[in-house]
């Protein structure tokens, strides 16, 4: 087990005989982030390579932010193959950070740069348009209120370049009694809404998007073979496309819209 002494006592960071290392709260706990240190092109854990799907909606962006950092490996892996492509990372907890930094292999760079902050505040406060907003701050049975509003959302949206996209990842598991009231509230806040299963999982990866034209799975799948071509990606995205691709109805039979009057 790694600690450090200057790292929260419910940051918990393991590793595996193969060097494998898993970033936990509290030992036992469910795991945030596993990565293999100093090689972020290895995305270990199947929501986070499904959440480059965005990259075939966005396949050049401009400005990257991601929305919690855990142990990196969704921010480090846009590094590798987006060079030169400015990405914000927000954290809210500082032990985490440091415990990123120390045993995970993240690094800040004059691209990559890490924020210690509320992932909202940082979000309504003056800065720049991002082309692709990754929000990877939900838990499975742990969803701050105030990042799944329809008001957070309204604030996204306006952060987000006119072609840019907002990647998700939520779980549809009994863990997660607000699963359906996110999919509506996702749906009401973006002109389109994009689902994506991760297969064997109840990871559920969320694109929306401001603008109107329609993206349709065969469209996507070229665009990610493209992608696959230009960036060398380490694996195959069109596949995860071709077989998690779900429609979302324009009618949602089940949940509500989330609000911040709900949230307080």
């Excluded at 909606?57 to 590094?79: D, K, N, Q, W, Y």
């Excluded at 930094?101 to 760079?109: Q, R, S």
């Excluded at 329809?150 to 009994?174: H, K, M, Q, Y």
Aim: hydrophobic share 40%; with cysteine.
């Amino acid at each position: 087990m790694l600690r450090s002494n200057a790292v929260s006592h419910r940051v918990v960071v393991t590793e595996n005989p193969e060097g494998l290392r898993t970033l936990r709260f509290e030992e036992g706990d469910a795991r945030q982030s596993v990565v293999w240190p100093g090689e972020p092109l290895r995305l270990e854990v199947p929501y986070t390579r499904v959440s480059m799907v965005g990259l075939a909606f966005v396949p050049r962006p401009e400005r990257i932010l991601a929305v919690g950092l855990g142990g990196g490996a969704i921010p480090m892996f846009l590094r590798a193959v987006l060079p030169g492509v400015p990405i914000d990372v927000v954290e809210l907890e500082p032990d985490v950070v440091e415990a990123a930094k120390l045993y995970c292999g993240v690094e800040e760079d004059d691209t990559l740069r890490i924020h210690v902050a509320d992932g909202r505040e940082f979000i309504e406060a003056p800065g720049p348009t991002y082309s692709l907003v990754f929000l990877d701050a939900y838990g499975d049975s742990s969803i701050p209120a105030h990042l799944a509003t329809r008001e957070f959302f309204g604030a996204v949206r306006a952060r987000l370049t006119p072609d840019g996209a907002v990647v998700g990842n939520i779980w549809e598991s009994v863990s997660n009694p607000l699963f359906h009231s996110m999919l509506r509230t996702w749906q009401v806040s973006f002109r389109q809404l994009h689902r994506f299963d991760v297969e064997d999982t109840t990871n559920r990866i969320l694109v929306g998007l401001a603008r109107a034209d329609t993206c349709s799975r065969a469209s996507l799948m070229q665009s990610a073979r493209e992608v696959q071509r230009e960036r060398n990606l380490p694996f195959e995205l069109w596949p995860l496309i071709a077989r998690g691709y779900q429609a979302v109805p324009r009618l949602l039979k089940h949940g509500h819209v989330l609000t911040d009057a709900e949230s307080r």
